[in-house]
């Protein structure tokens, strides 16, 4: 049986275009070996064994953030994590009080 899990995800703008060169923090959760990921030219990132636990993530971009996101990691899934990077939350008609309604994780199988 796994004893550990991951995280994987996608960094996009307001827009839901990918971003690249993001870095995406882990800010709380178990002990662990990562904890920063930059992403890819696609947007993607990923942080792989975790100790299973729940942890706190949030990215960075050139000239803005994203909301904190708990992130459950579970024994043999994998954790996925769409974040949205925004300038100015406020101005973003696709946001209600700085929160994209899409920026959320679900776990599947990991593979």
């Known amino acids: ?17 990918p971003i690249e060169d993001v ?3 882990i800010l709380s959760g178990p002990v662990h070996r990562d904890i920063a990921a930059i992403s890819g030219p696609d947007g993607s990132f990923g ?9 706190v993530l949030q990215a ?6 994203s909301q904190v996101i ?4 579970v024994a043999g899934k994998i954790a996925f994590v769409e974040i949205w990077l925004v ?7 696709n946001h209600r009080n ?3 309604p ?3 994780s679900d776990i599947v199988p990991e593979i």
């Open 1 to 17: 049986m796994k004893r550990t899990g991951s995280i994987k995800g996608i960094v996009r703008d307001a827009d839901g275009r």
């Open 23 to 25: 870095n995406i923090v």
């Open 47 to 55: 942080f792989g064994r975790l100790e299973l636990g729940d942890y």
């Open 60 to 65: 960075y971009g050139s000239d803005s953030e």
């Open 70 to 73: 708990s992130v459950p990691v």
């Open 87 to 93: 300038s100015e939350p406020k101005d973003c008609p």
């Open 98 to 100: 700085g929160e994209h």
């Open 102 to 104: 899409n920026q959320d």
